[in-house]
């Protein structure tokens, strides 16, 4: 969902900008991912598990999400998801966690909502190797494993601690994308971690992130995904290949982002 500058402007000086928010409980998912990586799948790699998270607010977006690949027994089989209150949960597994209040755009429980991904994180890497995250924003075109483990990406897929959405263009990385094309004039943004969609093969980033959390969530303040930003230059890092794709190229940026086959996709956010 894009924003204007307004109400971005309106987020972080609103009323409800300073407000204190509770970390939201985060119930263990280890057993949940530990069932899912022994689950044999001829699409999704040994070690891998799919993660993602939704609540009442998020889960009218489910259908849309994996319709595309619904249909891939070997790939649901491999997804879980923290459920926060009564939602469905006919897209993979669910670890259910109690009713969030729901969340807009730094309002109401969003800051908490975006933290409680990391002790999500840091539980499955108890049972699985590498970890796929999408956001409930996300639309899953097609398997993301043909893509994430096909020649040049391997290797950054299964060694960079972390993979990321990257909010820059991405034709830097991509230039000869037969998917994407791209304008002169791209300005580069200052934190270009997206944490919409990730792979993250070290656990010891993830807890270093979650250790640096402020010691009060307000909706106001830095997001855990600035909190990714700084720490991830620690590491090896890398976007993920341009088939990912944000909307944010094709909008408010100068040389705007032109996709050229839409069937080439494997995500869209």
């Not at 799948?41 to 998270?53: F, T, Y």
């Not at 459920?83 to 109690?98: H, T």
């Not at 307000?218 to 700084?230: D, I, K, L, R």
């Amino acid at each position: 969902m894009s924003l204007t500058l307004a109400s971005l402007v309106a987020a972080r000086t609103g009323p409800w900008a300073a407000k204190a928010r509770k970390p939201i409980e985060v119930p263990n998912c280890t057993t949940a991912v530990a069932a899912a990586v022994a689950r044999p799948s001829a699409c999704v790699p040994d070690g891998w598990v799919v993660l993602s998270m939704t609540n009442t607010h998020h889960a009218p977006l489910q259908r849309l999400q994996y319709e595309r690949v619904a249909h891939l027994g070997c790939f649901m089989t491999r997804v879980v998801s923290l459920c926060y209150g009564s939602v469905p949960d006919a897209f993979g597994a669910c670890v259910y966690g109690p009713h969030v209040i729901a969340s807009d755009y730094r309002r109401s429980q969003d800051v908490s909502l975006n933290w409680a991904k990391w002790p999500f994180f840091l539980d499955a890497f108890r049972a699985a190797r590498h970890l796929l995250w999408i956001e409930a924003d996300v639309l899953i075109m097609s398997n993301p494993f043909e893509v994430l483990l096909d020649g040049g990406e391997r290797e950054k897929t299964l060694g960079d601690a972390i993979r990321y959405q990257g909010e820059r263009a991405p034709c830097d990385a991509y230039p000869s994308s037969p998917v994407v094309q791209c304008g002169a004039g791209w300005v580069q943004h200052e934190e270009p971690l997206n944490c919409g969609q990730l792979v993250i093969n070290s656990p010891h980033l993830a807890q270093t992130i979650y250790d640096a959390r402020p010691d009060n969530f307000t909706n106001g303040a830095f997001s855990q995904q600035h909190y990714a930003n700084v720490h991830k230059v620690k590491y090896a890092h890398s976007p993920l290949p341009v088939e990912f794709y944000s909307y944010h190229w094709s909008i408010g940026r100068a040389g705007r982002a032109r996709i050229r086959d839409p069937c080439g996709l494997v995500t869209y956010q």
